[in-house]
C-alpha cells in the first residue's frame, strides 16, 4: 500500500470538487478587475475589489444605485462603469473577472471568454461555472500592524461556508482564539493594555477585553479579577501575579509601573488585568501615565465595576425612580460621610469592611438617619457570595456576627430595600 495519495485528476472545466481548490490571497492593489453585472452581488464584490485597492471595470447596461455610489465616492479612476451589455473585448487587460449577471447564458460566456484569456473567474450564481471561488471572509483587526483573515469555502454550499465563517469570526471576538503574534513588532515595542476583567465571573469582562487577554505575551494580574482565564493561556504565556490583600501590598504600585513599562520595551505585549474597572480605585490612571513616561503605547479597556455589578448580584439597583436619584462611590477609608443627600442617594463603599463600624457611625453623626437600609455583599459573583444587611445602626454588629470578609461591597441607602436578603433577613 502507497502512503502517497494518487493526484486527482486535472479538470479546470468540471469545477467543485473541494480538492481541486487551491486557496490564495491576490494582491488585486492597482490591478484592473472586471465586474460583469450591475445588480446587488455586482456591487458588493466591487465594493470589495474597491477595499482591497483594485481597479475595477462594471460592465452593465444599467447599474444600481450602489454601483453609481461607489464610482461617486471611490477615487478618482478607481471604478469605471461602462454601460453595455457584455461584449468581447471587456475582459481586456483584466487579471480577475467577476460575472454576476444573473443569466446564466451570459456568466457562461464571460467564463468562457476568460478562460481563452487566461484570466481566473468567479460566477456568483454557479459556482461550477468559471475558474476560481471566493471564499467567505472574515478580518480582525489585532494590534496596530496586524490583521487576521479568516476564508471559508465549504463545497457547493456557500452558506455553511458563511456559517462557519460567522462562528470563527465570533471566537476571534471574544478571544477564544489564540491570537498572540509570534513576528516581533515593527517597533520593536510591545504594547499595554490596562483591561478591566469585571468582578471575578469570567463571563463579565468585556469581549474587547479576552480579545487582547489572548494577544498578551505577559499577563499582570491582580487577586480580585477573572483569575479563572487564566487557565485559558498558552502555557508560555508569562503570568505576574502582583495580588493585593487588604493592608497587605505585595508589589508596590511603582514597582507594578516599573513591570509594565519594562516587558513592553522589551518587545513584549503586556495585558494588566484588574478587578472590575481599571479607573475605578484600580490605579489604572497611574499606570497608563507611568506607560506614557516611557513613550509605551498603551489602551484602556472598561470593564464592569464591582462598585455597580456587585449590588446588582444582591438584587439592588444603585438607583431606581422614585427611590434614589443618585450614587456616590467611594473607598470605605475616607469621607463617606461628607456625601451630601439621604436615603436617596446611594452610597457604594468599596475595601470597607474593616472600617465598616467607623463609617457607620460617622454616617449617622453626618444627619443620615439611624435605620438607613445597609447591605454588605460580599464576594459577588464568586462562590462565597453573601449578601447581609442591616440598618446603619446595627450592620456592624451583624457583620461581625456572621464574620463578613473581603471582598466586599457596602451599599447605604433606601434602594436596600429592594433586595430579596430584606426580605429574607425579616427587617
Ligand atoms: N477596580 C475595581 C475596584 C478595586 S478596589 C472595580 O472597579 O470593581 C477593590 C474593592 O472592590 C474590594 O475591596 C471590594 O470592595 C470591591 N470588589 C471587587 N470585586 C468584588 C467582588 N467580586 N465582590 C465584592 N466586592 C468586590
Same mark, same amino acid.
Given at each position: 500500500m502507497s502512503d502517497v495519495a494518487p493526484l486527482p485528476t486535472a479538470g479546470a472545466h468540471d469545477g467543485g470538487v473541494a480538492h481541486e481548490i487551491y486557496p490564495l490571497g491576490l494582491k488585486v492593489a492597482g490591478r484592473l478587475v472586471v465586474v460583469v453585472g450591475g445588480g446587488p452581488v455586482a456591487a458588493r464584490r466591487a465594493r470589495s475589489l474597491v477595499e482591497a485597492g483594485a481597479r475595477v471595470r462594471v460592465v452593465a447596461p444599467d447599474a444600481c444605485e450602489e454601483l453609481s455610489v461607489? =464610482? *461617486? &465616492?471611490?477615487?478618482?479612476?478607481?471604478?469605471?462603469?461602462?454601460?453595455?451589455?457584455?461584449?468581447?473585448?471587456?475582459?481586456?487587460?483584466?487579471?480577475?473577472?467577476?460575472?454576476?449577471?444573473?443569466?446564466?447564458?451570459?456568466?457562461?460566456?464571460?467564463?468562457?471568454?476568460?478562460?481563452? =484569456? *487566461? &484570466?481566473?473567474?468567479?460566477?456568483a450564481g454557479d459556482a461550477s461555472v468559471g475558474s476560481a471561488w471566493v471564499p467567505a471572509v472574515a478580518r480582525t483587526a489585532l494590534t496596530d500592524d496586524a490583521e487576521v483573515t479568516v476564508s471559508v469555502t465549504a463545497g457547493r454550499d456557500p452558506r455553511r461556508a458563511t456559517a462557519i465563517r460567522d462562528a470563527v469570526a465570533a471566537a476571534l471576538q471574544t478571544g477564544t482564539l489564540p491570537l498572540r503574534r509570534h513576528r516581533p513588532s515593527t517597533t520593536g515595542t510591545g504594547r499595554v493594555w490596562l483591561v478591566g476583567g469585571g468582578p471575578g465571573d469570567t463571563g463579565l469582562i468585556t469581549a474587547h477585553g479576552r480579545t487582547v487577554l489572548a494577544q498578551a505575551d505577559v499577563v499582570v494580574i491582580d487577586r480580585l479579577g477573572p483569575r479563572a482565564l487564566l487557565h485559558e493561556l498558552s502555557p508560555d504565556v508569562e503570568v505576574i501575579d502582583v495580588g493585593k490583600t487588604s493592608g497587605n501590598h505585595p508589589v508596590p504600585q511603582h514597582e507594578i509601573n516599573a513591570l509594565l513599562v519594562q516587558h513592553a520595551l522589551a518587545g513584549r505585549d503586556v495585558v494588566r488585568l484588574k478587578g472590575g474597572d481599571p479607573y475605578v480605585f484600580g490605579r489604572g490612571g497611574e499606570e497608563l501615565a507611568a506607560c506614557h513616561a516611557a513613550g509605551v503605547e498603551v489602551e484602556v479597556v472598561p470593564g464592569v465595576t464591582s462598585a455597580v455589578s456587585v449590588p446588582a448580584a444582591a438584587g439592588i439597583p444603585v438607583t431606581h425612580r422614585g427611590v434614589a436619584r443618585g450614587f456616590s462611590v467611594l473607598t470605605g477609608h475616607d469621607g463617606a460621610a461628607d456625601v451630601p443627600g439621604g436615603p436617596d442617594h446611594t452610597l457604594v463603599l468599596l475595601m470597607g469592611v474593616t472600617r465598616l463600624a467607623e463609617t457607620a457611625d460617622a454616617l449617622v453623626t453626618a444627619d443620615r438617619p439611624a435605620d438607613t437600609p445597609v447591605a454588605l455583599v460580599e464576594d459577588g459573583f464568586g462562590p462565597r457570595q453573601r449578601v447581609t444587611v442591616g440598618t446603619l445602626s446595627d450592620i456592624a454588629e451583624r457583620a461581625t456576627a456572621v464574620g463578613v470578609r473581603p471582598p466586599a461591597v457596602i451599599v447605604v441607602g433606601a434602594v436596600v430595600r429592594l433586595s430579596p436578603a430584606w426580605a429574607q433577613q425579616a427587617r
Amino acid at each position: 500500500m502507497s502512503d502517497v495519495a494518487p493526484l486527482p485528476t486535472a479538470g479546470a472545466h468540471d469545477g467543485g470538487v473541494a480538492h481541486e481548490i487551491y486557496p490564495l490571497g491576490l494582491k488585486v492593489a492597482g490591478r484592473l478587475v472586471v465586474v460583469v453585472g450591475g445588480g446587488p452581488v455586482a456591487a458588493r464584490r466591487a465594493r470589495s475589489l474597491v477595499e482591497a485597492g483594485a481597479r475595477v471595470r462594471v460592465v452593465a447596461p444599467d447599474a444600481c444605485e450602489e454601483l453609481s455610489v461607489l =464610482a *461617486r &465616492v471611490s477615487a478618482p479612476g478607481a471604478v469605471e462603469l461602462v454601460a453595455h451589455a457584455y461584449r468581447a473585448g471587456d475582459l481586456d487587460g483584466a487579471w480577475l473577472v467577476h460575472t454576476a449577471t444573473g443569466s446564466s447564458a451570459v456568466d457562461q460566456q464571460v467564463a468562457d471568454d476568460a478562460e481563452r =484569456a *487566461r &484570466v481566473f473567474c468567479v460566477t456568483a450564481g454557479d459556482a461550477s461555472v468559471g475558474s476560481a471561488w471566493v471564499p467567505a471572509v472574515a478580518r480582525t483587526a489585532l494590534t496596530d500592524d496586524a490583521e487576521v483573515t479568516v476564508s471559508v469555502t465549504a463545497g457547493r454550499d456557500p452558506r455553511r461556508a458563511t456559517a462557519i465563517r460567522d462562528a470563527v469570526a465570533a471566537a476571534l471576538q471574544t478571544g477564544t482564539l489564540p491570537l498572540r503574534r509570534h513576528r516581533p513588532s515593527t517597533t520593536g515595542t510591545g504594547r499595554v493594555w490596562l483591561v478591566g476583567g469585571g468582578p471575578g465571573d469570567t463571563g463579565l469582562i468585556t469581549a474587547h477585553g479576552r480579545t487582547v487577554l489572548a494577544q498578551a505575551d505577559v499577563v499582570v494580574i491582580d487577586r480580585l479579577g477573572p483569575r479563572a482565564l487564566l487557565h485559558e493561556l498558552s502555557p508560555d504565556v508569562e503570568v505576574i501575579d502582583v495580588g493585593k490583600t487588604s493592608g497587605n501590598h505585595p508589589v508596590p504600585q511603582h514597582e507594578i509601573n516599573a513591570l509594565l513599562v519594562q516587558h513592553a520595551l522589551a518587545g513584549r505585549d503586556v495585558v494588566r488585568l484588574k478587578g472590575g474597572d481599571p479607573y475605578v480605585f484600580g490605579r489604572g490612571g497611574e499606570e497608563l501615565a507611568a506607560c506614557h513616561a516611557a513613550g509605551v503605547e498603551v489602551e484602556v479597556v472598561p470593564g464592569v465595576t464591582s462598585a455597580v455589578s456587585v449590588p446588582a448580584a444582591a438584587g439592588i439597583p444603585v438607583t431606581h425612580r422614585g427611590v434614589a436619584r443618585g450614587f456616590s462611590v467611594l473607598t470605605g477609608h475616607d469621607g463617606a460621610a461628607d456625601v451630601p443627600g439621604g436615603p436617596d442617594h446611594t452610597l457604594v463603599l468599596l475595601m470597607g469592611v474593616t472600617r465598616l463600624a467607623e463609617t457607620a457611625d460617622a454616617l449617622v453623626t453626618a444627619d443620615r438617619p439611624a435605620d438607613t437600609p445597609v447591605a454588605l455583599v460580599e464576594d459577588g459573583f464568586g462562590p462565597r457570595q453573601r449578601v447581609t444587611v442591616g440598618t446603619l445602626s446595627d450592620i456592624a454588629e451583624r457583620a461581625t456576627a456572621v464574620g463578613v470578609r473581603p471582598p466586599a461591597v457596602i451599599v447605604v441607602g433606601a434602594v436596600v430595600r429592594l433586595s430579596p436578603a430584606w426580605a429574607q433577613q425579616a427587617r
